[in-house]
Every structure is written in structure tokens, then in C-alpha cells.
């Protein structure tokens, strides 16, 4: 039944980051990986405020974890494409591009899970 829920979760994890990237994609710029990095801030934030709010906040049911935690954000997240798209621009020799997407990505991501940490305590 576990699977049941984090397939839930990742069907709608998987059509939210398509739609994300594709809006992100058609308001900026081909030459950095925006949506990608778009996606990985605001699934961050999310996994951080869900984790700690139903750690410390609210009581909930175990499987609102398997959905959400792991199912939604799992899929919704995109690491692997964040990991792609800068060996992409190593091949390409962006060094500048590779850097920032490297520093970016890391802290606004941990940034981002302290600020969604902070937020569900502050609530």
C-alpha cells in the first residue's frame, strides 16, 4: 500500500515539474538551466517546511510522508537533471555557467529547506 501513495504523490510531483520547467524555460533565457534550478529551490523549501512541520508541528498520518515527502518531492525534484545539465556545460566549456549553477543550486537549495524549516516552526 506504500507504493500506492508515492506513486500518487509522484504522478503529481512529475506533471507539476514539467509544467514548472516549461513555464521557467519559455520566461528566460536558453543558456542556463533556470527551470531546473527553479524546481530544486522550491522543492527544497517544500520538502524542508513539510519535514519539520510534520515532525514538530501537526500530527499526521505516516502515509502524507510516503506522499508528499517522498513521492511528490521525489519526482518533482530534479537532481539528476541538475547533475546532466551541468556536465552539459562542462562539455560546452561554460566554466562561469558551471560554477554558478554549482554554487546556486547548493545554497539556495539548503536555503531554501532552512527557510521551509524555519517557516513551519514559525507557524
Known sequence: MA???IAMG???GAGARYFVSGYIAKASPPSFPYGTLVINITGSLLLGFFL???????LVDPRWRLLIAIGFC????TFSSY????????EQGQWLLVGLNVIASN??????VLAGAALARWL
Open 52 to 58: 519539520v512541520w510534520t515532525s514538530e508541528r501537526v
Open 107 to 112: 545554497f539556495l537549495c539548503l536555503v531554501s
Open 10 to 12: 509522484a504522478v503529481v
Open 74 to 77: 521525489g519526482s518533482y525534484t
Open 3 to 5: 507504493y500506492l501513495w
Open 83 to 90: 547533475a546532466f545539465e551541468t556536465f552539459a556545460l562542462v
